[in-house]
Every structure is written in structure tokens, then in C-alpha cells.
């Protein structure tokens, strides 16, 4: 039998199916009160020891940073968004360790990199020996099909060295350095999403016996990762994340398992790419939390590589490699590369009363400006390193001998994913757009009490038609309570 498609309605039973409703506030079922659940906090190794390493550097817990305040005089050294400077409370919840990433021209150390190491090139090829040895499976930034992408490296020969890119509205492009850097570029087109989330996965698959049918569970051990260049932005998306598949009601078991054991050798971007904002998003551009080691690419000669150290296990495995102290001008070095880099994003977007603004604005006429533009095409969600959603299919074969369940990556923008019996809700894909976008920005808050954005810039770069988040938010704001005439 064919599976029944859905169907686009016309302009009056979409209106029936509430496709211009405001957005609604799910409300927790009292059998789902925080009490009665066994809450599972991946930062928490006390509770969930399998899980790490999601969590404060020890160096930071101990000796907390402070600032005398958030304000235009402390961040004076700093030419970036107004909206990174001083955050209106209530906008959205502070994130964990941003103050770190808030280290000020005239103590450029802050506290991170009090006992920072210096590593040669040969010592971070030495490092990721030392890895493999300990069981790990090393994913990382690789140079395939035009772009830098994340897959498994066999060592550091399979770095991009050299390799840059070129990031805008709807456009990638491979560049060549002019220096032998590895980490030398932003992010590709890829987060570390689906190395824990996968695309597609086998759920069961049932077959046909004598006296009726078995079930075979596809629950074999996923392969313990080692995660090499992650970058700011990418540790926040990978706690959003966690935020949806195991602090909620219920605990994704291939996710959680795939997630356990993981080491991270994360980067500090040297460089912004065209499309980046994680400095209005305060994700970024330092890595503060969610780390083994971190480092900073120096490039000028020697190569070399200042490591701050994010865990004991990161501490343990650097006893293992060749090491020297950081000298204080190499980390002073190092803190002006990450500097630079917050001063030189390719984007900004302003995130004061950012939920209210969305919220007081589903009849916005710029949502049928960017609909005339968007192709529904899906892509913004699939590289975007947070969003979820996700469906299953049943598949059978032809002699009807067994049959499997496949959980697949959805999106919001396909018809299908809001059907509901006699038809899909967000039947235009003007609907769709502003679904995307308003629970991305507003009511992600409500639900996780984070922003479901990180300023990574996947969606505007992979976008076909150069669709820009930050441009479209900016737009409303531009027209606050502007109504649609149509
Ligand atoms: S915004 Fe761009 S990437 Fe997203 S669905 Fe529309 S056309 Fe595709
Ligand atoms: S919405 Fe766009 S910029 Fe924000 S995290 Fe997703 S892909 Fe990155």
C-alpha cells in the first residue's frame, strides 16, 4: 500500500487548522515534574559518571573569574556587538562560563591559562598517538568533496593544513593559506551533530518465525570518540543538545551511549568565518567549558600550539606527550588571537528582549518577504548543530519475512512534520519559516531556558538562496509591530 502524502490545503482550511495561531506554551505534565523524573545531567559526573566531559574545567570551579561589570567600560578593548556587551537581564539566561570568554585587553590571561603548555607539531601528532592508543577513535576537520568536513582521521597527516575557507550568504569555498595551519579556518558545513544524533539508524528489526515473529534490538556498542578542533560554538550546541536527549523526561539510550567516554580537544577560533556571530550568541569565539584540552594555533614559526588543560583526564594524557610551560608571551599571544577573532565576526545579531520581539510578531509582513524567498528545502536544519527533530519510518522487505523500524532526521519545514490527522498545520511554508525561526530565538527559552541558536552560521551559509537569520531578525526588529495587510 502506498503511505498517504500530505497535502498543501487551501488558503481558508489552513486558517481552520490554525496555521497563523500564536505560538503555544506547553505546559510539563505533573507525571513529568522534575521530582518524580531521575533528572540525568551530563555536566554532573556524580550522576551520570559514563558521561563527560560537558563540564567546568576543574581550574575554573576552583578560582571563579570576576568582573567588576558588564558594561561599555569594561569591555572597552573590544569592538563587537553592543547586544555582547551588555546582555538586558531577562533576555536569555547567561551561559555557563561566559564570563571566561570576557577577558579584558589589560589581563589577557584570565585565569584559563594560568598553567597553560606549549606543544610543538610533533608533540600534537604524539598527542593523538597517544589517543588512538587509549582506544579512541579520532574524529576530526578533514579536507573531502570541497569542503572541510568532520570524519574519522587516521592522525595528524589528515588535518586540513593550509586550508581555509570562504564563508557567505549561500556560499563555501576551499581557500589556500598562506601558512601551514590545521585549525585555520571556521566551521564547516558539519557540526559534531551527527556523530551522536545520527541521521539515520536501525531502531529494531522483527522476523517472521514458525510460531511468529522475533525482535532484534540494533544496539551494538557505538566506538568511544575522541573529538579533535571542536569549537566554541560547538560545545554549546552539543549541551543544547543534551539539554533535549538527556536532561528531559526521558533519556536517548544510542545517544547517551554514543556520548559517553567522549574526549575533546577543542580550539580557540583564530579565525571568524563570514557567516559567524557566536559573540552576539556569547558562545564563543573561546572555548570555556566542555573540554579535555583546548588549544590555541599559533602559527607564526615555530607552529606551535598553547594547551589549557579542561580535565584531569586531559591533564593525565598530557603527562604522556612532550611538552614545555608556556612562556607569559605565548599566552599573551595566544589571547590576542582569540581577541581578534571576537572583533573580526562576519555577522552580529542583536538579542535584547529577543523572545518578546518574536512573540509580539507572528503577523510580521517580513515573513511573507522571506517565505517568497525560502524553498523549504530543509538544509538550514540539517547542518544546524541543534536542532532535533527527528522521525520513524517502518520498512519491509518483499516476502514479507521481516520488517525494520528506522529513526531518520526531520525537519520543520517538511509538510509531513506537522500532519496531523485530515492535514499538515503548518500548511505554507511562511508557517514554517517563522516556526523555525521563533522557536530557534524564543520559545527554545521556554522550553530548554536556552537559546536554540549558537551563532555557528551554517544555516546562513548552506542556505541556497542566502537566507540570513541575522538579517531576518534584524528586519522585524527594524518594523517591531508591523502587521501584515495581506
Ligand atoms: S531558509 Fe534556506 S536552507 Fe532553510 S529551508 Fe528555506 S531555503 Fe532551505
Ligand atoms: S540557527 Fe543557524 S546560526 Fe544558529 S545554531 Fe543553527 S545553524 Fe547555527
Redesign the pocket.
Known amino acids: 500500500m502506498r503511505p498517504r502524502q500530505p497535502r498543501e490545503h487551501p488558503p481558508s482550511r489552513r486558517r481552520e487548522l490554525h496555521d497563523d495561531a500564536p505560538p503555544v506554551r506547553f505546559v510539563r505534565h505533573p507525571a513529568h515534574e522534575p521530582a518524580r523524573r531521575q533528572p540525568v545531567h551530563p555536566l554532573d559526573r556524580a550522576a551520570v559518571p559514563q558521561l563527560g566531559p560537558l563540564r567546568e574545567p576543574p581550574d575554573r570551579r576552583r578560582r571563579p573569574r570576576r568582573h567588576a561589570a558588564h558594561g561599555e567600560e569594561e569591555l572597552a578593548g573590544y569592538e563587537v556587538h553592543a547586544a555582547w556587551r551588555v546582555t538586558p537581564a531577562g533576555a536569555y539566561p547567561r551561559r555557563r562560563g561566559v564570563r571566561d570568554s570576557l577577558h579584558l585587553p589589560d589581563d589577557p590571561m584570565g585565569d584559563a591559562t594560568a598553567a597553560s603548555h606549549l606543544l610543538g607539531r610533533e608533540g600534537l601528532a604524539h598527542l593523538l598517538r597517544a589517543l588512538r592508543d587509549d582506544g579512541y577513535r579520532l574524529v576530526g576537520p578533514t579536507v573531502r568533496d570541497g569542503a572541510i568536513v568532520h570524519a574519522e582521521i587516521g592522525g595528524l597527516e589528515d588535518l586540513p593544513a593550509g586550508w581555509t575557507e570562504t564563508q557567505e550568504a549561500g556560499t563555501y569555498r576551499l581557500a589556500r593559506r598562506a601558512d601551514a595551519a590545521l585549525f585555520g579556518y571556521a566551521v564547516g558545513p558539519q557540526s559534531w551533530k551527527p556523530f551522536f544524533y545520527v541521521p539515520r539508524r536501525r531502531l529494531f528489526r522483527t522476523r517472521r518465525t514458525d510460531d511468529g515473529f522475533t525482535v532484534e534490538a540494533d544496539d551494538a556498542p557505538p566506538p568511544k570518540l575522541a573529538l579533535v578542533g571542536a569549537r566554541s560554538c560547538d560545545l554549546h550546541a552539543i549541551e543544547v543538545q543534551d539539554r533535549t536527549f538527556l536532561r528531559g523526561p526521558f533519556v536517548d539510550p544510542d545517544y547517551a551511549a554514543r556520548r559517553q567516554d567522549l574526549f575533546v580537544v577543542a580550539v580557540h577560533c583564530g579565525q571568524a568565518g563570514g557567516t559567524c556571530f557566536c559573540v552576539s550568541m556569547q558562545t564563543g569565539p573561546r572555548a570555556t567549558f566542555g573540554f579535555d584540552l583546548a588549544l590555541t594555533e599559533l602559527v607564526d614559526a615555530p607552529h606551535r600550539f598553547v594547551v589549557e588543560v579542561g580535565s584531569e583526564r586531559g591533564r593525565a594524557l598530557l603527562e604522556r606527550v612532550p611538552t614545555e610551560p608556556a612562556s607569559a608571551a605565548d599566552r599573551a599571544r595566544a589571547e590576542a588571537v582569540v581577541a581578534a577573532t571576537a572583533r573580526s565576526m562576519g555577522r552580529t545579531m542583536d538579542t535584547r528582549d529577543i523572545k518578546a520581539l518574536l512573540y509580539r510578531n507572528p503577523e510580521h509582513p517580513r515573513w511573507d518577504d522571506v517565505a517568497s524567498r525560502?524553498?523549504?528545502?530543509?538544509?538550514?536544519t540539517l547542518v544546524c548543530p541543534t536542532c532535533f527533530c527527528g522521525t520513524v519510518e517502518d520498512v519491509s522487505d518483499l516476502a514479507g519475512e521481516t520488517a525494520e523500524r528506522w529513526r531518520r532526521w526531520d525537519s520543520c519545514?517538511t509538510l509531513g512534520h506537522s500532519y496531523l490527522h485530515g492535514g499538515s498545520v503548518r500548511g505554507t511554508v511562511r508557517s514554517r519559516?517563522r516556526q523555525w525561526l521563533t522557536h530557534k530565538l524564543a520559545s527554545w527559552i521556554d522550553q530548554f531556558g536556552t537559546s536554540g541558536c549558537v551563532g555557528c552560521g551554517r544555516?546562513i551559509t548552506?542556505?541556497?538562496?542566502g537566507?540570513d537569520i541575522t538579517e531576518e531578525v534584524a528586519a522585524i526588529r527594524a518594523a517591531d509591530g508591523a502587521t501584515a495587510t495581506a
Open positions: 525560502c524553498l523549504a528545502c530543509t538544509n538550514c519545514f519559516y544555516c548552506w542556505c541556497p538562496v537566507i
